[in-house]
């Protein structure tokens, strides 16, 4: 599990995260994480990002950005339609997340 400044445990959330695709081999395809209550999905891509070399590069552009074809779901709904990266988690969230894909 990975933790993210999180030592009141009552003021916790944990959270399940999901990857796809080539993502797995950069974290694991299933894991949990426990944040601070209000937390948002940007401080999750941080914790992941930072325990994870790689992950940010594979999600972010060089300006900082979500990379324009990284989707990433929180309970199913594309997170791009509930405020982005300032998304609110929520105790029992599961986030999955994917990468751009390529094909024909």
Request: charged content about 20%; hydrophobic content about 40%.
């Amino acid at each position: 599990m990975y933790r993210m400044n999180c030592t009141d445990r009552e003021g916790c959330i944990r959270v399940k995260v999901r990857a796809f695709a080539m993502l797995r081999e950069i974290i694991p395809a299933e894991h949990d994480a426990e944040l601070p209550g209000g937390a948002t999905i940007g401080d999750l891509l941080s914790l992941l990002s930072a325990r994870h070399p790689g992950l940010d590069d594979a999600l972010f552009t060089a300006a900082g950005e979500l990379g324009a074809y990284v989707n990433i779901l929180k309970n199913g709904r594309n997170i791009h339609f509930s405020g982005g990266l300032e998304t609110p988690l929520e105790d029992g969230d599961i986030i999955a997340l994917f990468p751009p894909a390529g094909g024909g």
